[in-house]
């Protein structure tokens, strides 16, 4: 799935948990607080839950994006890598549902962070 270097687990355990993990997914819980980073790392294809509103700078290849979510909401990731940090004054949480069946063939979503289809 991923090298184990870019594993966020790995990468940056103070940010990411794994709750559950079987052959087919694995959910992640990472929370951050306002100033905070990570360093690279990477996702499969992933569904994003957000439990709390916050902003952040994902950071990809020299390029960043701000994003803004609110809390509540469910977004597709598509498979990436990126380092991020947040610029908001919330606290972050979220669940990552990773997926571990690869994707089928066809054009892919490209981008950092949550996909806007």
């Given at each position: 799935m991923f090298t184990m270097s870019l594993d966020p687990v790995a990468s940056n355990p103070d940010h990411y948990r794994?709750?559950?993990e079987n052959d087919?997914?694995?959910v992640l819980e990472y929370t951050d607080s306002p100033g905070q980073r990570t360093?690279?790392?990477e996702h499969p294809d992933s569904v994003m839950l957000t439990l709390s509103s916050f902003e952040r700078r994902l950071h990809q290849d020299g390029a960043h994006r701000d994003v803004s979510?609110?809390?509540g909401g469910a977004h597709w990731v598509p498979a990436q890598e990126h380092?991020?940090?947040n610029t908001g004054q919330s606290a972050t949480h979220t669940i990552f549902v990773?997926?571990?069946e690869p994707a089928p063939p066809g054009p892919r979503v490209a981008?950092?962070?949550p996909s806007t289809v």
């Open positions: 794994v709750m559950f087919r997914v694995r360093t690279p790392h979510i609110s809390s380092a991020g940090e990773e997926l571990k981008g950092i962070g």
